[in-house]
C-alpha cells in the first residue's frame, strides 16, 4: 500500500507538533543559549526550554504531527495506527516506502524562516570545537559510515563533506584523494585532518556549489540539513555535482542550534524530518527515490539518529 503524503495541503501547517509527545522534543545544542530570556519547565519527565516571544510556529512535544496530517488528508485510514508505530525504533524507517508525493512542492516560505534571521556568518564567526551529539550517536554513525562509504584510497574517489566543522566521523584512517569540506568557519575546518581541502561558504547565502558537474562520489552532511533555508537550490546543486550513481547521505537527530533552524523543522517531530528531507530528495529532481535509516544506538537513552538517502540517477 503507497504511504500518501497527501494529495493537498492547508495553506497553513499545524501549529502543534510532535510524533513523540513528551520524549524527543528538539533539544538545544549546549553550546548556544535558546534565547536571551528563557524558562525551563518540566514537562513529564524530559526538560524543555520555554522562551518569550516565541516564534508562532514553535510548539514542541505535543499535538498532531505533520505526517499524521498529511496521511489523513489523503484519505488513509491507517494513519492513526502508522503514526502510533512511528514511536518505535525502526518504524520511521517506513515513513518514505511507496510515498505518493504532491505535484508541486508543499511547503512556503514562511516554513524556511528562522528564529534568529541575522547573519549566519556572525553566527558561525567563532569556532565551536564541539560534537553535537552525543559519543554513542557518533559511534553508530562512524560505523553506518564505514558500511556504505568507498573504500579508502579507492581510485579517484571524490567525496564533499558539505556543512563540515572540525571533524566528520568518517571511519578512523579513511582516506580518498580528494575529500573536500564545505562549512561556515575556517579554524574549525582547518582542524579536520580528513580534509584534503576545503571551502568557506554560506549555503543559505549562496547555495551554488563551486564544482564542476559529475565530480563527487559521496555527498554527507551531519546534523546540518535542519538550517538549510534554500533547500531546494541546495540539493539541485548537489545532484549536479555528484557522479551517475553518487551517494548523498543527510543524517540528524533532534538536536539543534534552536534560533538558526528552519521554522518547518522545529515545529515538527522526527518522523516528520525524515518526510521533510526525503521530499527534498524528490523535489529537486535526478535523485532515485530517498530512503530513511534509523541507526539511534540506545533509544530514550542516547541521542536518536536518522539517515536520509539518495543515489543520483545513472544515465544510460
Known sequence: MANRFGVKLQSRLPNLAGIYPFSTPITCTNSVQCCSKAQTRIVGKRRAIRCRNIHRRVVLGIGVSLLSQFMSMAGNVGAKSFVASARQKGAIEQVLKNVEWPEQFPFKDEDFQRFDESSDTLFYEMPRFVTHIDDQAIAALTKYYSEVLPSSNTPGVAVLDMCSSWVSHYPAGFKQERIVGMGMNEEELKRNTVLTEYVVQDLNNNPKLPFGDNTFDVITNVVSVDYLTKPLDVFKEMSRVLKPG???????????????????????????????????????????????????????????????????????
Request: glycine share 8%.
Open 246 to 316: 553518487g551517494l548523498a547521505i543527510m543524517s540528524f537527530s533532534n538536536r539543534c542550534f534552536w534560533t538558526k533552524a528552519i521554522s518547518i523543522w522545529t515545529s515538527t517531530g522526527d518522523a516528520d524530518h525524515v518526510m521533510i528531507v526525503g521530499s527534498y530528495f524528490h523535489y529537486a529532481g535526478g535523485f532515485e527515490p530517498p530512503q530513511a535509516v534509523d541507526i539511534s544506538p540506545n533509544p530514550g537513552r542516547s541521542d536518536p539518529l536518522y539517515i536520509v538517502y539518495s543515489r543520483k540517477i545513472a544515465t544510460a
